[in-house]
């Protein structure tokens, strides 16, 4: 019996390492990115309002659970847009640039989701978007550190309709400073993102920006509960139309029409 369980859980750990990131090139220059951040040597300045969270915080703890499966996750998937192979739209993508930074702190159970859209952002802005798993007490080092960095302006995207945080809205970020804005999105299940935003501790002193939806969500494939929730890509773009960057806000949202056709069609099998 012994025996059993060493071999299984040996099992089981291996399986833990796959990670759900995609092609070599797109490998090497995240790593790349992690070794060569905007500011390699953050400027650490512990009385920012934001920064109380302690740098010594062990790095992000993987929890030994069975990794999740999202529905489909057998089938003949593109490594980097985890569209169906024919539906593949990474011919389609342009790149672009912005003066915002977008930290996605991703839930666990998003990562392999095809219906993930945090996905596009970092597609479009691979120089302005970061990317973290979320842990509630042991987040990522990398995490602290751009936090505490006084180079940025982090600002929470959350909604303003639950009672708390009050004192930490603001209605529009200051593009007037001369520090860069971040803006944190809870890549999540609306249910997930609640958890995510009332449990960080290190989260608690950000000020929270909440999104207001002009239209409704164009975002079919997963229902959010409340009317005007938007989806992570339609957060971002909102965001970067807020932020006057009226270019790389458009280049998002042509992808995220493609993505959404395209998707609307592997979902009915209609051949491309
Ligand atoms: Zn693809």
Redesign the pocket.
């Known amino acids: 019996m012994v025996v059993v369980s060493s071999f299984k859980k040996r099992k089981y750990e291996s399986s833990e390492i796959k990670v759900p990131v995609t092609t070599l090139s797109q490998i090497s220059a995240d790593a790349e990115k992690a070794n060569t951040p905007p500011n390699p040597k953050p400027d650490v300045n512990e009385s920012e309002a934001h920064c109380t969270t302690k740098t010594n915080m062990r790095p992000a703890y993987i929890s030994p659970r069975k990794p999740y499966k999202a529905k489909g996750s057998r089938s003949n998937r593109?490594d980097?847009?985890y569209?169906g192979i024919e539906y593949?739209?990474?011919q389609q993508r342009k790149t672009a640039e912005a003066t915002v930074e977008f930290w996605l702190i991703m839930h666990k159970e998003e990562v392999n989701k095809p219906t993930n859209t945090g996905r596009l952002i970092e597609h479009v802005l691979p120089e302005n978007t970061r990317k973290f798993m979320w842990s509630r007490t042991e987040p990522e080092q990398s995490l602290i550190d751009v936090l505490c960095n006084a180079k940025y302006q982090p600002y929470i995207i959350f909604p303003d309709d639950r009672e708390g945080y009050e004192h930490r809205l603001v209605t529009t970020p200051d593009l007037s400073s001369n520090k860069i804005p971040a803006y944190i999105i809870l890549d999540g299940s609306w249910r997930q993102a609640s958890r995510m935003f009332r449990l960080s501790q290190y989260l608690q002193n950000i000020p929270v920006l909440p999104i207001k939806s002009q239209s409704e969500s164009t975002y079919k494939l997963r229902k959010a509960p409340n009317e005007g929730n938007l989806c992570t890509v339609e957060v971002a773009i909102a965001v970067l139309q807020m932020s006057q960057e009226q270019q790389a806000a458009e280049t998002l949202a042509q992808y995220f029409d493609v993505f959404n056709i395209q998707y609307a069609k592997s979902r009915r099998n209609i051949k491309v």
Request: hydrophobic share 45%.
């Open positions: 593109c980097v847009c569209m593949c739209i990474c």
